[in-house]
């Protein structure tokens, strides 16, 4: 993926385990946010745990998204649901609409572009994209079962569970027939106009986990879903300074 920008890769995982939930995130210019959420009564709170979750999901990203979103370019809040899928949309639904000046809506069936996409992951992936009211609601697809009628505005990447393909973990040359399989399932992908990401990349030292970033960005996988930012974007940040030295203008 010639000339992307570095940010659209950066994945915050686990995001709101973060020492300051969303600020970290986005002083690392990453693209994909991902709090764990909870539906418990009315509410939609954030924690990777139910019993750690105790703030709203307003109070922790949506509040602070609103104030900052002059600031804000593209950007996607990645709602990884843990509590029970249907009982929990309606919940999520209600807590996005009033957030329609910051985050993409519908009006009369037509995507209205805000600074920020809300995406579903978790358990309420892969699922019809939902059109209730004015929320509009990306979803994260599932590898292998992307529906005919797939529209990148609503489903927007694809992901695969690393292990569920692969066993590499960075340690050792990546084979050949695995850099066969990567690149098989970067093209399926892109083939649909569709981002392709993994999770559950092993990153268990800091040089296995910078090998397995390198061969997944060299494959031209678009996505890089991480616990560990600071490292990630350092990367990025000196790939995008290559790409532009490689193509004759200085980096910045």
């Not at 995982?13 to 539906?39: F, K, M, Q, S, T």
């Not at 996607?76 to 000046?101: C, F, G, M, N, T």
Request: some cysteine; proline content about 6%.
């Amino acid at each position: 993926m010639q000339g992307r920008r570095s940010w659209m890769a950066a994945w915050s995982h686990n995001d709101e385990d973060r020492r300051r939930p969303l600020l970290d995130a986005l002083e690392h210019g990453c693209a994909w946010i991902e709090p764990d959420v909870w539906v418990v009564g009315d509410q939609v709170l954030v924690g990777h745990d139910r019993r750690d979750a105790r703030h709203t999901l307003a109070e922790l990203y949506l509040d602070p998204l609103r104030a900052r979103a002059a600031d804000l370019t593209r950007l996607y809040l990645v709602l990884d649901v843990k509590s029970e899928p249907e009982a929990s949309l309606p919940a999520i639904e209600r807590a996005l609409s009033a957030y329609d000046d910051v985050l993409t809506h519908v009006v009369d069936d037509v995507v209205v572009r805000r600074p920020v996409t809300a995406l579903l992951s978790g358990t309420l992936a892969n699922r019809s994209p939902v059109r209730a009211g004015s929320v509009h609601l990306a979803y994260d697809g599932r590898l292998g079962l992307v529906p005919p009628e797939a529209d990148p505005a609503w489903m927007p990447l694809v992901s695969a569970h690393w292990r569920d393909h692969f066993w590499w973990s960075g340690f050792g040359p990546l084979l050949p027939r695995d850099h066969a399989r990567l690149t098989r399932f970067v093209d399926e992908a892109h083939d649909r106009g569709l981002l392709l990401r993994f999770w559950g990349v092993p990153e268990w030292t800091r040089g296995s986990r910078r090998r397995l970033w390198e061969a997944l960005l060299d494959a031209g996988v678009d996505v890089i879903t991480t616990d560990h930012l600071t490292a990630l974007t350092a990367l990025l940040e000196q790939r995008e300074g290559h790409q532009e030295v490689s193509r004759g203008r200085p980096s910045s």
